[in-house]
């Protein structure tokens, strides 16, 4: 496994949210993009920004759950890429001893992000679907700007919206 930090969430060329992780101690300026939705785009910038939100967001749910259940998150791991879908899991450490929970990546790496765990991925996966830093571009917009979108958001929502 070969450790990793986000770098950034990026847009590529079809406006898809795309979770951009780098080696911790790799200087050749491999990283490796995970397509991800856009909630989960939003719940990783605000994590990784410290943003508050008026109201948790389901993986802030997942953090109180963990503490309430006297459990933590010890490490994620990408652990494998098949057919072009990335896997992941969630190590937790429990009152009766380790577990590990399959998991979307995007929701990983977004606990992650709020717990400060460490992030792993297989250096197959890393070999496979790594790119070179240069190749990946970024949105204009910084990571200040989209979570200050996401507040006003927040602020503007109406929960009439979502009913069907």
Do not use: C, K
């Amino acid at each position: 496994m070969v450790p990793v930090r986000v770098l950034g969430v990026a847009l590529d060329s079809a406006q898809q949210h795309v979770i951009l992780l780098a080696p911790l101690a790799d200087s050749s300026g491999t990283v490796l993009p995970v397509w991800i939705g856009p909630q989960e785009a939003m719940s990783i910038l605000v994590a990784t920004e410290g943003a508050v939100t008026p109201r948790p967001l389901s993986h802030d749910l997942m953090v109180v759950m963990l503490r309430r259940l006297s459990a933590s998150v010890d490490r994620v791991e990408i652990t494998r890429l098949v057919e072009g879908t990335f896997y992941a899991e969630i190590h937790l450490n429990t009152p009766t001893g380790p577990f590990a929970i399959d998991a979307r990546p995007s929701d990983a790496i977004a606990l992650a992000a709020r717990t400060d765990a460490p992030i792993a991925v297989a250096e197959a996966v890393l070999a496979a679907a790594g790119v070179p830093e240069g190749a990946v571009e970024f949105d204009a917009r910084g990571d200040d700007d989209r979570v200050e979108e996401f507040r006003r958001f927040l602020d503007d929502v109406d929960p009439d919206d979502f009913q069907g």
